[in-house]
């Protein structure tokens, strides 16, 4: 079976390389599937799991991203983001208290005016750390 090279890269260096069969991600714009020889394209990434299916077996491995970019050639995949951790380098308690901590945030929202949309997007990195690691 033919594979497609991944490399997703953040801001502090490379976090995953491999040769896998098929990428599966969520652009903002959707899900998207990614095999060997797609077409080239480019699409802004929404907080979420990278799926990455290797050749022959059922092994996937999953990366929590932080949004980015998703750049596609045909026999190259890369992601730019601005963070990312592969499942078995999440601390799941240190994910598990970010969570508390941006819902504790959203509840108390209106009481002291803070920035309800930021407390959002970190609550939706801390789930998506926790959904990777199959924890949550």
């Given at each position: 079976m033919k594979t497609i090279k991944v490399s997703i890269v953040t801001p502090n260096g490379p976090v995953y390389e491999s040769d896998v069969e098929m990428v599966i991600t969520k652009a903002q714009s959707g899900e998207l599937g990614i095999l060997p020889g797609?077409?080239?394209?480019?699409?802004?990434?929404?907080?979420?799991?990278?799926?990455?299916?290797?050749?022959?077996?059922?092994?996937?491995?999953?990366?929590?991203?932080?949004?980015?970019?998703?750049?596609?050639?045909?026999?190259?995949?890369t992601i730019l983001a601005q963070a990312a951790e592969k499942a078995e380098d999440i601390d799941v308690e240190r994910a598990q208290k970010?969570?508390?901590?941006?819902?504790?945030?959203?509840?108390?929202?209106?009481?002291?005016?803070?920035?309800?949309?930021?407390?959002?997007?970190?609550?939706?990195?801390?789930?998506?750390?926790?959904?990777?690691?199959?924890?949550?």
């Open positions: 797609h077409i080239p394209m480019v699409a802004p990434l929404a907080v979420g799991a990278v799926r990455l299916k290797h050749a022959g077996s059922k092994q996937e491995d999953l990366v929590a991203v932080s949004g980015g970019i998703l750049e596609v050639r045909p026999e190259q995949v970010a969570k508390e901590r941006a819902e504790q945030r959203m509840r108390e929202q209106k009481a002291e005016d803070i920035d309800f949309r930021r407390a959002e997007l970190a609550l939706q990195r801390a789930i998506n750390r926790l959904t990777v690691t199959g924890k949550q």
